[in-house]
């Protein structure tokens, strides 16, 4: 995971500093077709509002471009890096997960939603969850990123994990090409909407043999199923409420959706599921917090283990002199 990481931010670097090359080279055009100032690269506007979620055009010089980038990629404390780039761990890379068994002694659970962003019911849904200050994962289309991009970005800023549900939510059979379009397409617009590099990919309708699943899996994305469905795209609010609250279980992954078509019993249903799930001792996740608690406790043996074997080990014997 350590290299994952490393592999990411080497990435990061290079990215910022290819891009800032760019728009060197557009500074100098510019300057040359510019005869009262040919002899001068002028300062240019440069966009690096994704890391928080918020476009700021600011005024940077070429040199100032690569630190203020490199920055913002190698500054981001361990709850950034679980939104913007989050290190799979090794065991779950290309896994399909429906709820994670945690022997944490903690009764965790993830709320999920589908289908947005969507100019209602994601405002609505977020305005929830930040009343009851859970944090939640929210697996966007990419053509409704594309037409809501603050919205997408409002997700993120507000702490939210934000992945990849497919461009435009087919059904039907894709080739290995056609399926790289509607994964790469979305993470792509993700990335340059937000700043978010998905790490998670949940297969419209939940079909895992259609092409999508195969692909995304092939890219150690995580394939995030659910093991407890509101069927809120057909269910009443008070069936919604039952379906969650038969089905919740501990490491459990609650599926409803902010997006996709009219949504105002989710929205209704959803102070009610949690106050509920609360009342029952439940604590609130996001999809990367509880592969992290799952991580964590796999290693704890083999921790405890090497602390015992540390502590049984004779000293050495000091040379006689």
Known sequence: MAEHSSLVWQRRAAFAIAIAA????????????????????????????????????????????IDSLVTRVSGLDAAQKQIYDYAVPKQFQGQIIKDISVPSGRKVIALTFDDGPWPKSTNEVLSILKKYDIKATFFVVGQNVKSFPELAQKVVKEGHIIANHSWNHPYRHHTREAAAQQIDRTDDIIYKTTGVKSAFFRPPGGILKNGLATYAAEKNDVIAMWSADSQDYRASSAAQIHNVMRDAGQGGVVLMHDGGG???????????????????????????????????????PKVEAQKSQTGTQKPAKKASS
């Open 22 to 65: 760019a728009s060197y080279a557009a500074g100098l055009l510019w300057s040359f077709k510019s005869a009262s100032n040919s002899s001068k690269l002028g300062a240019f506007s440069w966009n690096i509002g994704a890391r928080s979620a918020q476009a700021q055009t600011i005024a940077l010089g070429e040199s100032e471009v």
């Open 262 to 300: 009219d949504r105002h019993r989710t929205v209704a249903a959803l102070p009610t599921i949690i106050e509920n799930l609360r009342n029952q001792g439940y604590e609130f996740v996001t999809l990367p917090e509880l592969l992290d608690l799952k991580a964590k406790a796999a290693q704890q």
